[in-house]
Nanobody, 121 residues
Framework: QVQLVESGGGLVQPGGSLRLSCAASGSIFSIYRWTWYRRAPGKQRDLVATITSGGTTTYADSVKGRFTISRDNAKHTVYLQINTLRPEDTAVYYC???????????????WGQGTQVTVSS
């Protein structure tokens, strides 16, 4: 199976930056798509950014120009560079991998445990 572990969250002042990481481990044949989601207090989980195996990226309108998703296929890791943070970016950020553990298995989504990002002065 595939395990995902996020890191890089924390408390940051408005206007600051963070880089979140999510590393996959375990049995990994291929990771087809990485996605970052976030859940703000009292709100539903929202998609933030996606990157495909070919490097195609998509972003939620609310983060375009401030967030950058990237991946390191050799390290089975995805990153989310977050710049110009705003209080409304406060949320738990989750990574999701659409992955296959083996050559013979189909792909399915795997989730990390989440990392808290708090933007406050």
């Amino acid at each position: 199976q595939v395990q995902l572990v996020e890191s890089g969250g924390g408390l940051v002042q408005p206007g600051g930056s963070l880089r979140l990481s999510c590393a996959a481990s375990g049995s990994i044949f291929s990771i087809y798509r990485w996605t970052w989601y976030r859940r703000a207090p009292g709100k539903q989980r929202d998609l933030v950014a996606t990157i495909t195996s070919g490097g195609t990226t998509t972003y939620a309108d609310s983060v375009k120009g401030r967030f950058t998703i990237s991946r390191d296929n050799a390290k089975h890791t995805v990153y989310l560079q977050i710049n110009t943070l705003r209080p409304e970016d406060t949320a738990v950020y989750y990574c999701n991998a659409d992955a296959s553990p083996t050559f013979y298995s189909g792909s399915r989504p795997y989730w990390g445990q989440g990392t808290q990002v708090t933007v406050s002065s």
